[in-house]
């Protein structure tokens, strides 16, 4: 059983990333679709759609949501206002990797 996330600590911006970028994955590995399929399917240039994941692209977020069947501003709060609208222009943390496993590693000291 998981234990109820406290909401009084702070948290990390590129933990909220890798959950964003995870759940988003989960989503195309459920529906059975590849980011190459997206790319083809929606007539993007090859990439498109894995760049997407990482940073703000208007029509790779479009086409992953529409693959997906749901809207873009659900699948990334952190680009999109409440209302939906696209934050423009984009924070600086939405272009910013986030940490690879062997860096998350290194910094918690394993």
């Known amino acids: 059983m998981h234990r109820p996330q406290r909401t009084d600590k702070p948290r990390d ?3 909220d990333k890798l959950e964003e970028l995870a759940a988003i994955k989960s989503k195309l590995l459920l529906a059975g ?3 190459y399929d997206i790319d083809r399917g929606y007539h993007l240039p090859r990439g498109t759609a894995g760049t997407t994941l990482r ?3 208007a029509a790779g977020e479009r086409a992953i ?3 997906l069947g749901t809207k873009a501003h ?4 952190s680009r999109y206002r409440p ?3 696209r934050r423009s222009p984009q ?3 939405n272009y910013e990797r986030p940490p690879t496993m062997r860096q998350r590693q290194k ?3 394993i």
Not at 74 to 77: A, D, H
């Open 13 to 15: 911006a590129s933990i």
């Open 33 to 35: 679709l590849s980011l």
């Open 55 to 57: 940073e703000p692209n």
């Open 65 to 67: 949501a529409a693959a």
């Open 74 to 77: 659900l699948l990334w709060p």
């Open 83 to 85: 209302s939906g609208q």
């Open 91 to 93: 924070p600086r943390e």
């Open 107 to 109: 910094a918690a000291g």
